[in-house]
């Protein structure tokens, strides 16, 4: 489904990416570990089109998305879900025209119809009573909700995830993974999950893949990431402070 | 030896950051130029931001034009009085607005109120990803957030322009007419004479001009903003600099060719 082949990327001179290489199948929820600053949002940005990359392809179906232009990059991105890492939510629009704003542009629906579709899907995950609020005015735990809600509004066949965890209390966290479950369940999306939450997300997703150096240094199974013997993969699952990661 | 080559240094990056930034600027205006060429017109949202940029900046408009008006009118009387040409003092007033005052001081204002604000707001979207958000949706940022902007201030800077001459004119009146013994009839019996619509056109051209450079510079700072809090702070307040100094420049080469 995503294939990412020799990826490279940098800004200025400092190289984020250095041949990253990483496959996802249809269905599978990959999560995506490693250090802060690291460039695992950056990886998101380039598999999803929103820049481009220096060498290296991404493969969507075998599409490489890094050569499209024009319509064709649009279509592709249009089965394309991403819920950034602090919502992205628009400040002048409130909760509900939040979710009904690509509707409202990217469809011809009719006005009723989008206010079912939009209620509909602010209802999945739990914030019927908070349609008139504006963005300001919500909890860190809600604005992600929102954001998956207007992600979801579409029907995306890949969910791009940054961080969905990332500065909310463990209850909320918890709840919002099981809602992302819960959503995968019945929608069916193939799911890339930018997360630290270790070891909670073993239980969660089929693969962990994780970003050092700006490589892929392993990829497998949660059993297998767990259990890993190589030194800094050890490491860093279990948050040892002795090791050969430097911690700045 | 390193200091003397460091003057060399400073220069170098200096025109090499000037020469870059001025690139990616025009680069910037001609993708907005480009997009503006296809629909959807999003014609909501620039009565919106004609409303953020023009509507609400009235007031300082109005406050700027009538001490503006006032102070030449008083300034101009006591010049005008050693030479006894204290009825010429309408014209002067009036075309010292509408060539000159008018467009420069309401493109300063607005440069400092919504040039600002506007370089605030699209940066605060670049740093939170709301940008990103837009370009994953498959929607063009340039359509939602730039173009409607720079037609706004096309559009607002010479209906601001016109009220702060009116304003203004009328300001000098106050004082010309009420403090100093210059007579009504004499006062816009000048005006007429000496006012041509070429005159209106200069102030008309340069405001348009104007309107075109605050938003452009604004959109462009806030759109490349730096990271964090700091960086758009930044940015803001290189967007009022650069718009500021680019208006007198701009305003002198303006003049420079509409006089010949
Ligand atoms: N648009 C950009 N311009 C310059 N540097 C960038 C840009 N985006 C990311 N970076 C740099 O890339 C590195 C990785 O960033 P990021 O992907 O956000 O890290 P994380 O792994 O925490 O998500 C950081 O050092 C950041 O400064
Ligand atoms: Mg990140």
Redesign the interface.
């Known amino acids: 489904m995503i294939e990412v082949v020799d990826l490279y990327k940098s800004f200025n001179n400092h190289e984020v990416l250095r041949g990253v290489n990483l496959k996802i199948e249809k269905g599978q929820t990959l999560a995506l570990i490693g250090g802060s600053g690291k460039g695992k949002s950056v990886l998101l940005k380039l598999i999803i089109g929103l820049t481009k990359p220096d060498r290296g392809k991404i493969l969507i179906n075998n599409q490489d998305i890094s050569k499209l232009r024009g319509k064709l990059l649009k279509q592709l991105k249009q089965r394309f879900g991403i819920v950034f890492q602090g919502g992205a939510l628009f400040d002048s629009l409130t909760v509900f025209d939040n979710v009904a704003f690509p509707l409202k542009e990217k469809t011809r629906m009719k006005e009723s119809q989008i206010r079912d579709t939009a209620l509909a899907e602010l209802a999945r995950v739990g914030l019927s009573d908070a349609e008139s609020k504006y963005p300001a005015e919500i909890s860190g735990g809600m604005k992600k909700r929102v954001a998956l809600a207007r992600c979801l509004v579409m029907k995306p066949e890949i969910v791009l995830f940054d961080e969905p965890t990332t500065g909310l209390d463990p209850l909320i966290g918890k709840a919002i993974h099981k809602l992302i479950r819960d959503c995968q369940k019945s929608l069916n999306f193939t799911a890339l999950m930018v997360t630290h939450e270790i070891p909670a997300i073993f239980s969660l997703v089929d693969r962990v893949a994780m970003l050092y150096n700006g490589k892929i240094i392993a990829s497998g199974t949660p059993e297998e990431i767990e259990t890993s013997q190589d030194p800094v993969i050890h490491q860093f699952v279990h948050g040892e402070l002795e090791g050969p990661i430097p911690i700045q | 030896m390193s200091w003397i080559l460091t003057p060399f240094k400073i220069i170098g990056n200096f025109a090499h950051t000037f020469i870059r930034e001025s690139g990616r600027m025009v680069c910037f205006l001609t993708t907005a130029f480009f997009w503006v060429l296809f629909p959807p017109y999003l014609l909501r949202r620039i009565v919106k931001q004609i409303n953020f940029i023009g509507v609400k900046t009235t007031l300082v408009i109005v406050l700027t034009g009538s001490f503006t008006g006032m102070v030449l009118a008083l300034q101009t009387y006591y010049a005008l009085v050693k030479f006894g040409a204290e009825t010429s003092l309408g014209p002067v007033v009036a075309l010292s607005l509408i060539r000159e005052l008018g467009p420069v001081i309401a493109a300063l204002m607005v440069a400092g109120r919504a040039g600002s604000a506007l370089t605030a707001e699209i940066g605060?979207?670049r740093i939170?990803?709301?940008i990103?958000?837009l370009?994953?949706?498959?929607?063009n940022p340039y359509k939602y957030l730039i173009i409607p902007n720079l037609l706004a201030g096309i559009i607002s800077l010479p209906l601001l322009n016109a009220i702060f001459v009116v304003v203004g004119v009328w300001g000098g009146y106050a004082v010309g007419v009420g403090l100093t013994g210059v007579s009504s009839g004499t006062y816009f019996g000048g005006i007429r004479d000496f006012v041509d619509a070429k005159d209106i056109l200069e102030g008309l051209y340069k405001s348009l001009s104007f309107g075109l450079l605050i938003t452009w510079i604004s959109c462009y700072k806030g759109y490349f903003t730096g990271y964090g809090a700091e960086g758009v702070s930044k940015a803001t307040t290189q967007a009022v600099v650069l718009s500021s100094v680019t208006i007198l420049i701009w305003d002198y080469f303006m003049t420079s060719i509409l006089l010949t």
């Open positions: 605060i979207m939170s990803e709301q990103d958000a370009d994953a949706m498959a929607l």
